[in-house]
């Protein structure tokens, strides 16, 4: 009975290279959220997506980062050209399909990616 | 204003000391209140959830929502020394979740 599964877990990138993140929902699970923290800061909202749909991406800056969940594989969390202060942890969440007033989410270990 | 408002803290506690944990929210739509746990450089855990106002008990954790004054709070019985962590409250409506910077807690032996 896996839960969210993320990797890499730490993530060691230049400024200007691409750092990908992956997510594996838990088993039946639906719906994908990523969220980023720095140090001392709660979590951040980037984007909710469905498969094969992005919901709200509200939270995402709107150059250098994207987002996708297939139909078939992980959710992928995409920063381009990365610069220091992408530096922090992203997590990954996952939630069971809508049941009236819930969105229980559960979340993954974490990707910390750092940018020398 | 922030839609989740929480005191960072650090709340430093003795072992078996009575915990208490609060949160504020200003979206009179929000219909769900959770709590996380999250342990330093882990993700975060879910704790307890909760749809309504009043309390809700599991074990040694009690949460407790007032809609009326939109005021969560958590409360930690016989703490122990591994309930160190970071506790994230959330709340929101929909697919729509909003979660405050988290308070750290610290229990001594």
């Known amino acids: 009975n896996a839960g969210v599964m993320q990797n890499p877990r730490h993530l060691v990138r230049r400024r200007g290279q691409e750092a990908r993140l992956r997510c594996s929902p838990v088993?039946?699970?639906?719906?994908v959220y990523w969220y980023r923290q720095l140090p001392e800061e709660g979590l951040k909202f980037m984007v909710y997506?469905?498969?094969?749909?992005?919901?709200?991406e509200s939270g995402m800056p709107k150059e250098r980062f994207s987002a996708e969940f297939p139909k078939e594989g992980p959710s992928i969390l995409r920063i381009q050209q990365v610069v220091r202060g992408d530096s922090a942890a992203y997590f990954c969440?996952?939630?069971?399909?809508?049941?009236?007033?819930?969105?229980?989410?559960?979340f993954g270990p974490g990707t910390r990616l750092t940018v020398l | 204003q922030k839609e989740v408002e929480q005191d960072p803290g650090p709340l430093s506690v003795p072992e078996g000391a009575i915990v208490s944990l609060n949160c504020t929210y200003s979206n009179s739509a929000f219909q769900y209140f959770m709590w996380y746990r999250q342990y330093s450089r882990k993700g975060p855990e879910l704790l307890m959830y909760?749809?309504?106002?009043g309390n809700k008990e599991d074990g040694r954790f009690t949460a407790q929502v007032d809609k009326s004054s939109k005021y969560i709070s958590l409360f930690i019985r016989d703490s122990q020394p591994s309930d160190s962590a970071t506790y994230l409250c959330?709340?929101?409506?929909?697919?729509?979740?909003?979660f405050g910077a988290g308070t750290r807690l610290f229990v001594k032996a």
């Open positions: 959330a709340s929101g409506g929909g697919f729509k979740t909003i």
């Open positions: 909760t749809y309504s106002s």
């Open positions: 088993k039946g699970h639906s719906h």
């Open positions: 997506l469905q498969k094969e749909n992005i919901i709200d």
């Open positions: 969440a996952s939630s069971p399909p809508e049941r009236q007033g819930a969105n229980t989410q559960y």
